[in-house]
């Protein structure tokens, strides 16, 4: 074969006919990598009659809202909570089901006992500054364990975690099996990190099935720190005026940080060339939640720290009020607690990003922001997630990738770990990603990724995910990014002889550049998790090939990294 075959590739919507002139790759000689020919022509019918009156909704149901006051159980005075010691320091616990409780009554459980919580604090803070978080979760059912780790001359903070867990099974009298999570702030989610490495390397290791990490404080570095068999789940919630972890510094010890160095990005969940029913192995749950104007400290609902000597944090940490930030924070560590630990599917739709509570959805700034973005503006989130059942496109691990079709005005880069966090770019993920960059054009342009042989059969699967953000601060004229804005791209599956679309934004958010405190831009990304059932007239067997589509007339730069197959 001496060339590449043109076929044609259909735009499938509901109004307008979309045709795309497409190469079929042919083999090449083994090693060498296949980059696509160019595509030969683009019509364009209309640019924006895609399918909007397509309705993507899948019927699921739906947790109580965790903010909504009606939802709220709480004494009139503080939760009563029991003052215990744990290697000589103070600790409180907080039962799940007190005598002196006088509310509403508890909720059944699925397990015969209700699990335990560590909250392992952060440097700085005490005891008192976890009550309205241990009050609140121990009003939902869980039994909340508090230690405070003395900064210097203290024991060893992971054998305290590991003892306070023991303290609180035996007040309790709760079996060794008890479900247990962890939670930890700033400095104490490094140590909630070496408590589970430490207890899944223990003879009798205790039941750890999920750590919430808070404004995580991080030990640098780029390898990863938790694996799927020392941990099932994993939420990391950050806010972008975070002061005491990533705020003033270019280190990556941050919760976008501890997402990334988390499981395993080369995971699949099929592995053979010619997978028999594609089985699936258990991998990491991870979700990161991202906060646009939420502060180290608001997530635990406690005042904003000291600003350094000299400088001022006002007004970053004023434009989105704590107790929103607390109401974020809270809302999405309860759905993670309540989906692993009781096993309570109903919380499924959160933890997978498929729902937004009402009271957070409809959250608006309370101030301005350094964004130009005016009070009332409605909260802004960056949510990603990596589920344990995924089969794997394309993540860029390997340094290539096999497109499938590229028009000229398309480039496509690979970033490495760390290589842009100190730059005026500072992308602050610890994986490799690609920026993918398009100028303007009179007509579309398309990128197309190849799915590899033995994973093109998604019979089995229920999602196509991305993960997608802008590259912050990319000024360069021709592929800048418009600021503060939101683009929207076609995003299409391929089979060989049609393809269909559907627009991201119905999907997703590819969020804008953030603003840090020291006024250094950061890249938020977000994963679209698409449904299949969003595809129509394709034969959902044999899917060739994953395209974007960008819009005539548009221009940016984007973050591009876990094109993945998932299932829930």
């Not at 393809?499 to 969020?511: A, M, N, Y």
């Amino acid at each position: 074969m001496s060339g590449p075959i043109l076929r044609k590739l259909t735009f499938r919507c509901e109004i307008r006919w979309f045709a795309f002139l497409v190469p079929r790759i042919p083999d090449r000689s083994p090693g060498r990598r296949n980059v696509g020919m160019l595509i030969a022509s683009l019509l364009i019918a209309s640019a924006w009659a895609q399918a909007e009156a397509r309705d993507y909704q899948i019927a699921i149901q739906l947790p109580p809202d965790p903010c909504a006051t009606g939802q709220l159980k709480f004494n009139t005075g503080p939760w009563p909570s029991l003052p215990l010691t744990v290697m000589g320091e103070p600790a409180r616990l907080f039962p799940a089901d007190p005598d002196s409780y006088t509310g509403a009554p508890i909720p059944i459980r699925r397990t015969p006992e209700r699990p335990l919580v560590l909250i392992v604090d952060g440097n700085g803070f005490g005891l008192d500054d976890y009550d309205d978080m241990s009050s609140y979760l121990a009003g939902k059912g869980f039994n909340v364990m508090v230690i405070d780790r003395p900064r210097d001359n203290g024991p060893d903070p992971i054998q305290q975690a590991l003892s306070a867990i023991a303290t609180a099974l035996a007040t309790l009298s709760l079996p060794d099996d008890t479900p247990v999570g962890l939670i930890g702030h700033s400095r104490g989610g490094q140590i909630a990190i070496e408590t589970i490495i430490a207890n899944h390397g223990a003879a009798n290791g205790y039941n750890i099935d999920l750590a919430v990490l808070l404004s995580p404080k991080l030990d640098n570095g780029t390898s990863t720190i938790l694996d799927p068999e020392q941990l099932p789940a994993l939420a990391s919630i950050y806010g972008s005026q975070d002061n005491d972890v990533g705020g003033l510094t270019d280190t990556l010890n941050d919760a976008i940080a501890a997402y990334d160095r988390s499981g395993d990005e080369n995971s699949t969940t099929c592995h053979s060339a010619n997978p028999v029913g594609c089985p699936y192995v258990p991998q990491m749950h991870r979700l990161m939640v991202y906060i646009h104007g939420a502060d180290h400290s608001g997530l635990v609902n406690r005042p904003v720290g000291f600003a350094p000597v000299g400088e001022e944090w006002d007004p970053y940490n004023n434009y989105l009020s704590r107790s929103d930030q607390f109401c974020i924070a809270k809302a999405y560590t309860l759905a993670m607690l309540e989906w692993t630990l009781n096993g309570d599917e109903l919380w499924k739709a959160m933890v997978h990003t498929e729902h937004v509570p009402s009271s957070i959805r409809t959250m608006t700034t309370a101030a301005p922001d350094e964004l130009g973005n005016p009070a009332g503006t409605p909260v802004r989130l960056g949510l990603q997630l990596s589920p344990g059942k995924r089969s794997v496109i394309e993540n860029f691990e390997d340094g290539s990738w096999n497109i499938a079709s590229q028009t000229p005005n398309v480039l496509l880069q690979l970033l490495t770990e760390g290589q842009t966090a100190g730059t005026t770019y500072n992308n602050r993920h610890v994986s490799k990603i690609a920026a993918l960059g398009w100028t303007q054009h009179d007509n579309w342009q398309l990128i197309g990724f190849t799915v590899p042989f033995g994973r093109r059969d998604v019979s089995n699967f229920s999602h196509l995910s991305v993960r997608l953000g802008q590259f912050a601060d990319f000024t360069n004229p021709l592929v800048g990014n418009t600021p503060n804005t939101e683009p929207a791209v076609l995003i299409g599956l391929y089979d060989g002889e049609s393809s269909d679309w559907t627009w991201s934004e119905h999907h997703g958010r590819i969020l804008p550049a953030d603003k840090r405190p020291n006024g250094q831009y950061q890249s938020v990304m977000s994963t679209l998790k698409i449904p299949l059932t969003a595809f129509n007239g394709l034969d959902k067997s044999a899917i060739q090939a994953v395209y974007l589509a960008l819009p005539a007339g548009t221009q940016g730069t984007l973050l591009m990294d876990s094109l993945e197959w998932v299932k829930e």
